[in-house]
């Protein structure tokens, strides 16, 4: 036993053993490195007080952020295919797929709820990153397309976060063939005479960059959100150039004009009503 072992052993009566400090009492920024206490950190929207960093968030927070007290009617998961392939890398798909159940307590990495913004309706999609990185798969495309549908029932507009590496390896093709299908059902939801409003946030990259994410009336991404195709490596080799330190942010999409605003997520909700209300001005709450 070493000395300090023995150190401890002897003190046991004056410091407890036990742990009495919770283990989620302090949130690390990972923008800046600064420990705020997580209430703090939750209060402020998971946006961290030091830096600005806005911390990603799932379906639950979103919903409440945004929609009016007491109007959120989240829909239930459409049914999908669990595992059409069989796939098998160093775990069976079927197994991490309840692994991300059990971690995030979703059934997959897409969420519709319906209800109102400012007294305004509107159906809100979210894609949530803690679920297998958001990956686009069946399951998504159906979720997306359920959400067209309901906006479309409801005549209110769509509302989609994105927040994803792509679509899902697992699923193959068929993940890819969700990129058609999604964008076949953003053409409805025009024929319909509604709009589409897309909130990127980080990270969206790959094939939801391709899809969905870049086909909105309007475009709203969160500060310093991380927005690309591909990874900033692979261009540099392959273009065998530096890119600028700012590349695949927001503010730099905003500056080449590839979106329409940065906004801060404590402005959001405001923002979607002046937004909505432009595109859909004689449209009230039901």
Not at 76 to 98: G, I, Q, T
Not at 142 to 149: K, L, P, W
Not at 160 to 167: E, I, Y
Not at 277 to 286: G, N, V
Request: glycine share 8%; aromatic share 8%.
């Amino acid at each position: 036993m070493s000395w300090l072992s023995s150190v401890r052993n002897a003190l046991s009566f004056v410091v407890p053993a036990t742990k009495e400090t919770p283990d989620n009492l302090w949130h690390k920024c990972k923008g800046c490195g600064t420990m705020v206490f997580t209430k703090e950190f939750e209060e402020n929207l998971s946006v961290c007080p030091s830096c600005d960093h806005h911390g990603r968030i799932g379906p639950t927070k979103r919903f409440a952020q945004l929609l009016d007290e007491g109007s959120a009617q989240v829909l239930p998961p459409p049914p999908a295919p669990e595992d059409p392939l069989k796939f098998r890398d160093s775990k069976r798909y079927v197994d991490r797929l309840k692994s991300a159940r059990a971690d995030t307590g979703e059934q997959d990495a897409f969420l519709n709820a319906r209800g109102t913004i400012h007294g305004r309706r509107v159906v809100i999609g979210v894609q949530d990153f803690a679920f297998m990185g958001g990956s686009m798969g069946q399951a998504v495309g159906e979720a997306f397309i359920q959400g067209v549908e309901t906006a479309i029932a409801d005549k209110a507009p769509y509302v989609v976060f994105t927040a994803s590496g792509g679509a899902r390896m697992q699923e193959g093709i068929l993940s890819l063939m969700q990129m058609p299908r999604s964008t076949v059902a953003i053409q409805m939801l025009h024929d319909a005479g509604l709009p589409y409003i897309v909130v990127l946030t980080d990270p969206t990259s790959g094939g939801v960059m391709a899809a969905y994410a870049m086909l909105g009336d309007v475009h709203i991404a969160e500060p310093r959100a991380t927005l690309a195709f591909t990874g900033r490596r692979v261009i540099e080799n392959t273009i065998r150039e530096k890119l600028p330190d700012d590349f695949q942010t927001s503010e730099y999409y905003l500056e080449h004009g590839l979106i329409d605003m940065v906004v801060h997520r404590k402005e959001l909700r405001d923002r979607l009503a002046t937004v909505i209300s432009y595109l859909c001005p004689e449209r009230q709450a039901a």
